[in-house]
């Protein structure tokens, strides 16, 4: 059973690229989301999903986009790199209980370090 | 008030030693409560819920005071292996769509266990 799978591990960008960053999940889970975490910021979250074609912003989304076609898969887009943007990014992905809060926490990726210069 | 807040530490205590670490939290329509690991460079990991009525994990015991909206992780006889950043995780409680389970991350409490 992997879990929640993420790639690359590692990215260098220049500013004004392009990227996906991939995650998958092998648990059946309609919740995911994307985190990225900064020194002294804690993990904020980018975006998240409460199910395939249903997709919603987090507290910090400019730059980045999302899609969810399947249960499975939730890639993060970088429209045009930023050094703003570089920082350790982590998807998680969880049950989701409609309606109830959730009761079992998140299970995390390894994560994406990505670096912008 | 930040959302969830924690002291970051460090704690630097020797082996076998007792550690104790707080978190608040602001809304109080937050329905779950966490703690998590970090350790250097990896992803956060689940370490145990929280519950009202407390609760107890082999060395680790959560408390939970919704009242006071105040969150504790006792850690008793400290491993060298408990070295880690701990993370206070609550849930946003927002009454629509997902966003209710959401969860809010403290920036975590950095412990380090000495020989």
């Known amino acids: 059973n992997a879990g929640v799978t993420q790639t690359p591990k590692f990215q260098v960008l220049k500013t004004g690229q392009s990227m996906t960053l991939q995650c998958a999940q092998d648990?059946?889970?309609?919740?995911m989301s994307w985190y990225r975490q900064d020194p002294g910021m804690g993990l904020r979250l980018i975006h998240y999903s409460v199910g395939a074609g249903i997709t919603d912003q987090g507290e910090v989304p400019n730059g980045y986009n999302v899609s969810r076609s399947t249960t499975e898969d939730f890639p993060l887009r970088l429209l045009s790199a930023a050094p703003s943007q570089t920082s350790v990014y982590f998807c998680?992905?969880?049950?989701?209980?409609?309606?109830?809060?959730?009761?079992?926490?998140?299970?995390f990726g390894s994560g994406t370090r990505l670096t912008v210069v | 008030r930040k959302e969830v807040e924690q002291d970051p530490g460090p704690f630097n205590v020797p082996e076998g030693a007792t550690v104790a670490f707080n978190c608040t939290y602001s809304n109080s329509a937050s329905q779950s409560f966490f703690w998590y690991r970090q350790d250097c460079r990896k992803e956060p990991k689940l370490l145990m819920s929280?519950?009202?009525s407390g609760n107890e994990d082999g060395r680790f015991t959560a408390q939970l005071n919704r009242a006071s909206q105040y969150i504790s992780l006792l850690i008793r006889d400290s491993k060298l292996s408990d070295s880690a950043t701990y993370l206070c995780v609550v849930t946003r409680g927002e009454n629509y769509g997902g966003s209710q389970g959401n969860l809010i991350f403290g920036k975590g409490t950095k412990l380090s266990v000495k020989p």
């Open positions: 929280v519950y009202s």
């Open positions: 998680a992905s969880s049950i989701f209980l409609r309606g109830q809060s959730f009761l079992f926490g998140y299970t």
């Open positions: 648990m059946n889970h309609e919740y």
